[in-house]
């Protein structure tokens, strides 16, 4: 005599199995399984502190920069190159505006003249 549940049952098994294969789990109502030893889920997010510190970092940067280029080229091929950008495209603007020395950059580059040769 045939069991009426034999092949239900099978079928249960063979999707257990899929499923297992496929990396899926079964887990009871309140058991402490895998997801519970698993490993937590990261939220993509900036603090706001680290993205002040990368700021910060950036302007650092691009204060070297300047006065690294300031001091190579000197104060008055500088100012060259500056005002040929000011009359350029927007996007050339935009970076004349970015690369204008500041007090910052000029003590720099008065540190590192001494230093860099000049082109």
């Known amino acids: 005599m045939a069991d009426p549940n034999r092949e239900d049952f099978y079928r249960r098994v063979d999707g257990l199995r899929r499923a297992a294969r496929a990396g899926e789990g079964f887990e009871a109502a309140g058991a402490l399984g895998r997801s519970f030893y698993g490993r ?3 939220r993509l997010r ?3 502190t680290r993205f002040l510190a990368l700021i910060l970092i950036m302007v650092g940067v ?3 920069l300047k ?3 300031h001091a190579s080229l000197g104060p008055a091929t500088y100012a060259e190159r500056l005002a040929v950008l000011q009359v350029g495209t927007p996007v050339e603007r935009f970076g004349a505006a970015v690369f204008t020395p ?3 950059t000029t003590t720099l580059s ?3 003249s001494r ?3 000049r082109d």
């Open 40 to 42: 937590e889920r990261r």
């Open 46 to 48: 900036l603090p706001v």
């Open 62 to 64: 691009l204060t070297g």
């Open 67 to 69: 006065a690294v280029m």
């Open 102 to 104: 500041d007090p910052v």
């Open 110 to 112: 008065s540190a590192l």
């Open 115 to 117: 230093v860099l040769p």
